[in-house]
Nanobody, 121 residues
């Protein structure tokens, strides 16, 4: 059974940091890319970042470049999203997903349940 489980969300003040984790199981890690998406209240879900598990290639949406870093620990089948200099507009439910490389949601076959990030100003 394919599973993706996010953790690490919480409440943080603007300017602070959080690290999200995505633990994956049930498929060959190296065959997929892992993407991070978020959905703010009243808004559509958007792609934030992704990492190719085969070669480590990464990609970020413009609004998080220089603030967020995606990484992986292949031995632990876990992908991380380090979020620094958080802003109130980063408040959202964050999801990880497994699929093809890119930020299009249609590329992803498997999704986690999400973890809430709230940034207070």
């Amino acid at each position: 059974e394919v599973q993706l489980v996010e953790s690490g969300g919480g409440l943080v003040q603007a300017g602070g940091s959080l690290r999200l984790s995505c633990a994956v199981s049930g498929f060959t890690f190296d065959d997929y890319a892992i993407g991070w998406f978020r959905q703010a209240p009243g808004k559509e879900r958007e792609g934030v970042s992704c990492i190719s598990m085969s070669d480590g290639k990464t990609y970020y949406t413009n609004s998080v470049k220089g603030r967020f870093t995606v990484s992986s620990d292949n031995a632990k089948n876990t992908v991380y999203l380090q979020m620094n200099s958080l802003k109130s507009e980063d408040t959202a439910v964050y999801y990880c997903a497994a699929g093809g490389y890119g930020l299009g949601q249609h590329l992803y076959d498997y999704w986690g349940q999400g973890t809430q990030v709230a940034v207070s100003s």
